[in-house]
């Protein structure tokens, strides 16, 4: 229950009791309902870089070149001024210094990234908090038109080089990389890439290939292990020993005799293709007892579309699965197996996903900001939200279908700013959200009422001044970056997803 709105009583408050144990985090993150962003400064003169995103511990803001070349590392810093006089207080004009970008944030070094012929992939980003370690990626321009070589899928784009960088981003200093030659990584919004502790997982779309690399504290980028044409490190040794003794023994056939038979290295499907289909073909001889049931499902179940199963490639799901059937695999890297299998449109996996929302974007054991994103799993008020969402959906296996499409979720891609907290504030996830994307702007402020205190306003965002934009330019998309400790929050306003921000806004407490 609300206490008090002053900050003086709540802290006194906070010296003579003890919370309930286990609830001291989410204790003093209700001090956020007194520390709110409760002052814009409108069009701030900003440097002409591409803003990117906060780390998760609020230590680094990073950004990059226009060019996509450089990157760019700021340390934000508390606005500070002073002023004469003896009615110095909130009602006092801020210096005109104020309007400038350098007030809030301090730049700390510009390091080339990419080389002459690549360019940065400006959506890409994963933070190592424990180490302070940046991830960043650089790849040259996408062919289209790729030739398929040996291994690869066709009707896949093609980089000719794609490079995964590890920085130190206290210093800019580059402590490694990894290069993929003549290969596909989706990279946007961090889809193709995911990190968890010391291990990146990264996914080769071409070569249908997961790579998993760890992160040494020395800064070295290590492979440990690449999952797709084979599944354990001894795979490889033990079929092409088994490849070279077949050879042998076929020395002693005619030479004219073999000509028409396919390559014994590519007769073989990949190593977690056939994983899949001996799980698909286990469950479904599972269903039935009697050995006549059993096979005539066999037949209708499996070997009918048993071409379908050996065409399935590894994508990111999307929204546009109507036409083609999809599915989510679960696989276990210690023991080599899948363990589940989902159709797109699955019940189980769809009720798995409601209550269990926190498991499927585990976050690293080091991350304290990033456990209190809420969820419709973590949190009442995002769950009424889902399922009156799903109550007023016309077709539940298309809602479904819709929810299950963001699987699996991005990595990073959810900001932790306790403004965000739906314990404590209530906001309208239609104009702003934890995620962040350009949205649709509206002339109209966006509100965050409180949760606990009678669903009072407790501070508003506007992306323009009350009457009109500073500079009378129309403005159509929106987008916001926020501190996720400070009461800090940057708002971008862009004329078209593809152009620039026309204006940027600084919102802070006062």
Not at 272 to 279: D, E, G, P, T, V
């Amino acid at each position: 229950m609300f206490k008090t709105n002053n900050v003086t009583s709540r802290i006194f408050e906070r010296q003579i009791r003890t919370p309930a144990p286990g609830t001291s985090v989410h204790s003093a993150r209700r001090f956020y309902e007194n520390l709110v962003p409760s002052f814009t400064i409108y069009d701030v003169e900003c440097p002409d870089h591409s803003f990117f995103k906060f780390t998760d511990d609020g230590q680094y803001f990073v950004c990059f070149s226009r060019n996509r070349q450089d990157l760019i590392v700021y340390r934000p810093t508390w606005l500070s001024f002073s002023c004469k006089g003896e009615d110095c207080d909130n009602n006092q004009e801020l210096p005109p210094q104020v309007k400038r970008f350098e007030s809030f944030f301090t730049q700390l070094y510009v390091k080339p990234l990419a080389s002459c012929n690549e360019l940065i992939c400006k959506d890409f980003f994963l933070y190592m908090e424990s180490n302070q370690f940046g991830i960043f990626a650089t790849s040259t321009a996408q062919i289209q038109d790729a030739r398929g070589t040996d291994g690869a899928i066709l009707g896949v784009p093609s980089f000719e080089k794609i490079t995964i960088h590890l920085f130190r981003l206290e210093d800019g200093f580059k402590l490694d990389e990894k290069v993929f030659h003549n290969d596909c990584v989706n990279l946007t919004h961090n889809m193709g890439a995911f990190l968890y502790d010391d291990l990146l997982a990264v996914v080769s779309l071409r070569y249908q290939t997961i790579h998993i690399l760890q992160i040494r504290d020395s800064g070295n980028l290590v492979d440990v292990q690449a999952i797709g044409a084979y599944c354990r490190e001894d795979d490889e040794l033990f079929i092409n020993s088994s490849s070279q003794l077949a050879g042998n023994r076929g020395d002693l056939v005619d030479n004219g005799t073999n000509h028409d038979q396919p390559n014994s290295n590519n007769s073989f499907l990949s190593g977690i293709k056939q994983r899949l289909l001996s799980f698909i073909f286990r469950e479904i001889w599972s269903e039935e007892t009697d050995q006549t049931q059993r096979v005539q499902c066999l037949k209708k179940k499996f070997y009918f579309h048993f071409q379908d199963y050996v065409d399935l490639v590894i994508l990111k799901a999307s929204r546009n699965t109507d036409q083609l059937p999809a599915f989510f695999a679960v696989y276990n890297m210690e023991t080599t197996e899948i363990v589940a299998f989902y159709q797109n449109a699955a019940d189980e996996l769809y009720l798995l996903f409601e209550r269990f929302c926190d498991h499927f974007h585990a976050t690293s054991i080091n991350s304290m900001y990033m456990n209190f994103i809420s969820s419709h799993s973590n949190n009442i008020h995002a769950l009424e939200q889902l399922k009156s969402m799903k109550n007023k959906a016309t077709s539940i296996s298309q809602f479904v279908k819709k929810m299950l499409s963001s699987l699996p979720l991005n990595c990073q891609s959810m900001s932790p700013s306790p403004y965000f907290d739906q314990s404590l504030f209530r906001f309208d996830e239609k104009l702003i959200s934890a995620t962040n994307r350009p949205r649709q702007s509206t002339d109209h402020p966006i509100r965050f009422n409180s949760r606990r205190q009678g669903d009072i306003l407790k501070f508003k965002i506007k992306t323009g001044p009350e009457f009109g934009s500073a500079d009378g330019r129309s403005k159509k998309y929106s987008h916001f970056l926020f501190h996720p400790v400070w009461p800090l929050a940057l708002s971008f306003i862009q004329p078209s997803l593809f152009l620039p921000p026309s204006a940027v806004n600084i919102h802070f407490r006062r």
